[in-house]
T-cell receptor, first 110, second 117 residues
Framework: RKEVEQDPGPFNVPEGATVAFNCTYS??????FFWYRQDCRKEPKLLMS???SGNEDGRFTAQLNRASQYISLLIRDSKLSDSATYLC???????????FGGGTRVLVKP | GAVVSQHPSWVICKSGTSVKIECRSL??????MFWYRQFPKQSLMLMAT?????????EQGVEKDKFLINHASLTLSTLTVTSAHPEDSSFYIC?????????????FGPGTRLTVL
C-alpha cells in the first residue's frame, strides 16, 4: 500500500462548478499535511496547508480527518485556470521529508 | 517567496555520459536541499537529502554512486547522474528549505528534464 494515495482522475469539471477529492495516508503518526498544485512540466507550488480544524483560502477549502486518515480539497466556482494536478503532501512524524501522493488531475472546461 | 533556480532546464545526452544538474537558492541560504525525481504520470519521489558540508542522505533504493550529490555552499547543491542510461530519463526537481526550517517552507526549483538517448 502506498503511503499517500490519490485518485488520479481526471476530474472533468464544468466552469463554475464545485469539485472535491480526497487523499488517504497510511501513517497514523503523520504530522503535517499540504496541498500542492503542479502544472504540466512545472514544479509543484504550495497551494495551502491543511489544519486540523479545516481551513479555507478563497475558493479552496481543505479538511483533515485524522480518524479516517484522509485529507480533502474542495474547489468552488471552478475557473479554467484551476486545471492542474493537485498533489497531496504528508510530513511523517520524523524529519522534514515530504511524501507526495500521485496527484489528482483536474480539468475545468468551459 | 524565496527563489530556487535549476540549471539546465532540460538536457539531452547519450547513454553512458554524465550529467550535472545545479540547484541554487537565489535569495536565501539553504543548509538543506532535497532532490526529487518524477517519472511521467507518477508522483515526486525523494531521492536524497543534501546537507551543506556533509554527505547526502539517500533514500532506500537510490544508488549513491550513480547519483552524486555535492552541497559545497549554502546556496548551491549539484546532482550528477553518472553513466546515464535511458531509464534515468526523468524530471529532476530540487527544493531548498528556508532557514527557519518550518515543515512547509520548502521552495522548489523549476525542474530539469533529462532525456537519455
Amino acid at each position: 500500500r502506498k503511503e499517500v494515495e490519490q485518485d488520479p482522475g481526471p476530474f472533468n469539471v464544468p466552469e463554475g462548478a464545485t469539485v472535491a477529492f480526497n487523499c488517504t495516508y497510511s501513517n497514523s503518526a503523520s504530522q503535517s499535511f499540504f496541498w500542492y498544485r503542479q502544472d504540466c512540466r512545472k514544479e509543484p507550488k504550495l497551494l495551502m496547508s491543511v489544519y486540523s480544524s479545516g481551513n479555507e483560502d478563497g475558493r479552496f477549502t481543505a479538511q483533515l480527518n485524522r480518524a479516517s486518515q484522509y485529507i480533502s480539497l474542495l474547489i468552488r466556482d471552478s475557473k479554467l485556470s484551476d486545471s492542474a494536478t493537485y498533489l497531496c503532501v504528508v510530513i511523517k512524524a520524523a524529519g522534514n521529508k515530504l511524501t507526495f501522493g500521485g496527484g489528482t488531475r483536474v480539468l475545468v472546461k468551459p | 517567496g524565496a527563489v530556487v533556480s535549476q540549471h539546465p532546464s532540460w538536457v539531452i545526452c547519450k547513454s553512458g555520459t554524465s550529467v550535472k544538474i545545479e540547484c541554487r537558492s537565489l535569495d536565501f541560504q539553504a543548509t538543506t536541499m532535497f532532490w526529487y525525481r518524477q517519472f511521467p504520470k507518477q508522483s515526486l519521489m525523494l531521492m536524497a537529502t543534501s546537507n551543506e558540508g556533509s554527505k547526502a542522505t539517500y533514500e532506500q533504493g537510490v544508488e549513491k554512486d550513480k547519483f552524486l550529490i555535492n552541497h559545497a555552499s549554502l546556496t548551491l547543491s549539484t546532482l550528477t547522474v553518472t553513466s546515464a542510461h535511458p531509464e534515468d530519463s526523468s524530471f529532476y526537481i530540487c527544493s531548498a528549505r528556508f532557514p527557519s526550517g518550518g515543515y512547509n517552507e520548502q521552495f522548489f526549483g523549476p525542474g530539469t528534464r533529462l532525456t537519455v538517448l
